[in-house]
């Protein structure tokens, strides 16, 4: 017996024992229930299990796709998907529509296939599904956790009505390095808030399970594929074992925390060892040290491309080294449905690994209630009453707004006076192209239900007799265009005030998207400079999903705000900032760098031998500071904040014990506000080198004017522990750095010690 049949055997043993135990107590009713239950599904799946075939059994862990549109490269070309699911050889399905399709296939899986197993159909719904919220990025940067689980639970209600059950999201990546376009689909470069985030959207995707309202989450890409090197998508990682686990497992980790469904491995290498064929990040972290009875689907294609990696001279080798490794599902590389058989016949894979990989995919399927309803995600006959409502464009609205981060608000031109102005103009490309507002994968999403930046100003100054001047100032492709250069600037010099907006571009941010330069594109640049010139009062709005480059126009543009790429009621969120009837809250989830050469950046510096600022050879370069250009955490709001009073309630702890950690944060400005007030905690002295300060806690506070609220942080032992010599996960006796403030950069200190 291998370690997962013997896990798996241990866990029926146990289950029944408990069962017997219970009855025998006649207590704890309900865990008797539940346990009940548990053996039941248990024998559900073994009986059917029994009835299967070989090539059956391989078929449940073959991933296709729905018709490709396009001509395709791939190798499903070749087979009739139809016949394929008649033979029992497909087991789950992506991105099948429309829905007559989903009928269709599931029909012919259940009448037809030889155990009429039915499917899993399949998506990425990264951002919303038919209502878009802001990219993952943009949403982390609201830090507010109950409103990224409720767009995960709006997604999930959007797309069940039209029969999709299991969602290749969260993206959980860390990562430091926004050349990497993928930043986009995460929340950031730090582990403890993408920790929190990856808990939020799991929670909102997968719910109680029961509903057909949720779907199967997928924590993605396990793991280190936001390490990229230089930044390019799919190349070669070189992080160590201790970044691994320093920086890119704790959301994984946080993840099964909560019962993820499933995980995805990663397109790219691991200490030599490509994703999913790496037994060590498989097997040893995330069977034998973490327990995960979830599955593990591959990338799309990714276990044909092993040979490309040149680990393996064959795919029936790439099958044999991704199976043994950990690999169950093999998404659309159809090498699995091609080499298992085979290899079990031969005796190199045991039958009784294959039947533990297939009993999870049987009872994720059983988990959704497929066996008993195989078509209950179908039922919806009219989708279009189930997408868009009121209360979900409400939410797109709100966690639009609660994203935007306020990068510079000089002199307060920032939020425009209703009562002052009297013309506005919107220049820039930003709603020529309505995707700008919903980036890459929008998925059911429209352009036609996106409220652009022009619609959202009119929307909110219906009553007003402001007039709004448009025009774009560039070509929709973003290329230069003198004549409505000259048409923006004479709109320009009319106006009270500008609102320009840039982007990157929403082909620009995305998977396979990468950059070596970050700087704004110079045709936007150039624009906003010449706008500037005959109006000074000018604002600046960027719609980007990754960290750009501005410096001139952090330089001279006097406010300046991150909207990122918002999502379909993008421009009422932004009126609303733009007209102060909300003060913006967000704060950056990833550090914003001066200049590329700064990439790979992050808050998370460790202490060096020749720390910056010491002396005259410290770490530094000649060409620019070390400084980012907006630190992790950074954003403004239309009032300001105090700091005062850090205290503890104790100064040693020990083992066992709580320390609370207070501040005092008073609003001094005029206006009402958000802050979310940030925890750091540094280790004095480590048996490793370390962060100076790491983010530990966070609590977001409304306050009036003129108001102070204490804010209390507990902690304990758990918080200090990190990987030492050893790769044991321990804290050390001594000194510790308590920071408390607005962003990783700005804030008050003090010291405690662990016994
Ligand atoms: C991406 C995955 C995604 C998959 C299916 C791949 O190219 O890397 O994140 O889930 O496609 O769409």
């Given amino acids: 017996m291998n370690l ?30 539940s346990e009940k239950k548990l053996t039941s599904v248990t024998l559900k799946i073994d009986s059917i299990l029994n009835k299967m075939t070989l090539i059956e059994k391989v078929g449940q862990l073959n991933m296709l796709r729905g018709k490709p ?34 009928i269709k296939y599931q029909k012919i899986a259940v ?38 689980e409720k767009s995960a639970k709006i997604a999930s209600t959007e797309g069940t009505a039209v029969g999709f059950m299991w969602n290749m999201a969260p993206m959980v990546d860390i990562s430091f390095d926004a050349r990497w376009e993928r930043v986009m689909e995460g929340a950031g470069e730090d582990p403890y808030l993408g920790s929190r985030i990856a808990e939020a959207r799991i929670k909102g995707f997968q719910g109680d399970l029961s509903s057909t309202e949720t779907m199967l989450a997928c924590a993605k890409h396990f793991a280190g594929y936001g390490q990229v090197m230089a930044g390019r998508d799919y190349n070669q990682t070189t992080i160590s074992k201790r970044f691994l686990h320093d920086y890119i497992l704790p959301p994984f980790q946080a993840s099964i925390d909560v019962d993820v469904a499933s995980l995805m491995s990663a397109f790219t290498d691991f200490d030599g060892v ?24 591959s990338d799309f294609n990714s276990l044909e491309e092993i040979v490309n990696w040149g680990t393996v001279d064959s795919e029936e080798k790439a099958a044999f080294k991704a199976f043994e490794a950990g690999t169950e599902v093999d998404m659309m590389g159809l090498v699995y449905i091609e080499n298992l058989e085979k290899l079990i016949q031969d005796g190199k894979i045991k039958e009784s690994s294959l039947n533990t990989a297939v009993k999870r995919v049987l009872k994720m399927k059983m988990d959704m209630g497929l066996f008993d309803g195989p078509y209950r995600y179908f039922k919806i006959k009219d989708p279009e009453k189930i ?36 013309t506005i103009a919107v220049i820039g490309p930003v709603d020529e192209d309505k995707r700008n507002f919903m980036a890459t994968w929008s998925a059911w999403g429209k352009e036609e239900n996106v409220v652009g930046v022009v619609d959202g100003l009119k929307n909110a100054l219906k009553e007003e007799t402001i007039e ?40 620009n941010s995305g998977e396979n998207t990468s950059l070596s330069d970050l700087n704004m594109p110079e045709p936007q640049v150039d624009l906003i400079r010449k706008i500037h010139e005959v109006n000074q009062s000018t604002i600046c709005v960027l719609f980007n999903g990754r960290p750009m480059i501005f410096p001139w126009i952090s330089e001279n543009i006097p406010a300046i705000l991150e909207a990122w790429m918002p999502g379909t009621k993008g421009g009422d969120a932004l009126a609303d900032i733009l ?115 790491e983010l530990k806690g966070f609590q977001q506070v ?54």
């Fill in 579 to 693: 007209l102060g009837k909300y003060n913006p809250s967000g704060k950056l989830p990833i550090t914003f760098p001066r200049n590329t050469g700064q990439i790979p950046i992050s808050y998370l510096q460790k202490k060096t031998g020749r720390p910056y600022k010491t002396g005259k050879n410290w770490t530094r370069y000649l060409d620019a500071p070390n400084e980012p250009a907006y630190a992790f955490g950074y954003g403004l709001s239309y009032t300001t904040f105090e700091y005062s009073d850090i205290r503890l309630s104790t100064e040693n702890i020990s083992e066992n014990d709580t320390l609370t950690a207070s501040i005092n944060i008073k609003n001094t400005g005029q206006l009402a506000g958000v802050e979310t007030v940030q925890l750091y905690i540094g280790d004095a002295v480590a048996t490793v080198t370390r962060p100076i300060k």
């Fill in 468 to 507: 709004i001047l448009y025009e774009p100032g560039l070509n929709k492709d973003l290329s230069a265009n003198p004549e409505l250069l000259n048409r923006a600037i004479k709109a320009a010099k009319k106006a009270d005030v500008v609102v320009c907006t840039l982007t990157e571009g929403w082909r």
């Fill in 4 to 33: 997962t049949s013997r896990l798996y055997f241990n866990f029926r043993v146990t289950a029944m024992l408990t069962v017997i135990l219970i009855l025998l107590s006649c207590n704890g009713k309900k865990r008797y229930e």
């Fill in 111 to 148: 009448e037809e296939s030889p155990n009429g197993i039915p499917l899993l159909f399949g998506i990425d719904i990264i951002h919303g599904f038919r209502t878009n919220f802001p990219v993952p990025l943009g949403e982390a940067a609201s830090w507010n956790l109950e409103l990224i």
């Fill in 387 to 422: 997408w868009l409502q009121p209360q979900f464009l409400e939410h797109s609205r709100n966690i639009a707004r609660k994203s935007m981060v306020l990068l510079k608000n000089d002199s307060q031109l920032l939020p425009i006076s209703t009562n002052k102005t009297k």
């Fill in 274 to 297: 490509p994703g999913n064929m790496n037994s060590y990040l498989l097997k040893d972290i995330l069977r034998e040290r973490w327990d995960f009875e979830g599955i593990v689907i």
């Fill in 69 to 102: 549109t396009t001509p395709t490269n791939f190798k499903d070309a070749k087979y009739n998907l139809e016949e394929e699911i008649k033979k029992g050889r497909v087991g789950s399905f992506l991105n099948v529509h429309p829905m007559e399709d989903k």
């Fill in 702 to 755: 409304s306050l009036e004017p003129g108001e102070t609220k204490s804010i209390d942080f507990k902690i304990t032992k758990e918080h200090l522990k990190y990987w030492n010599t050893e790769m044991k996960y321990e804290a050390d006796p001594g000194t510790f750095i308590i920071h408390i403030g607005t962003n990783s950069d700005d804030f008050k200190k003090t010291i405690f010690k662990l016994q």
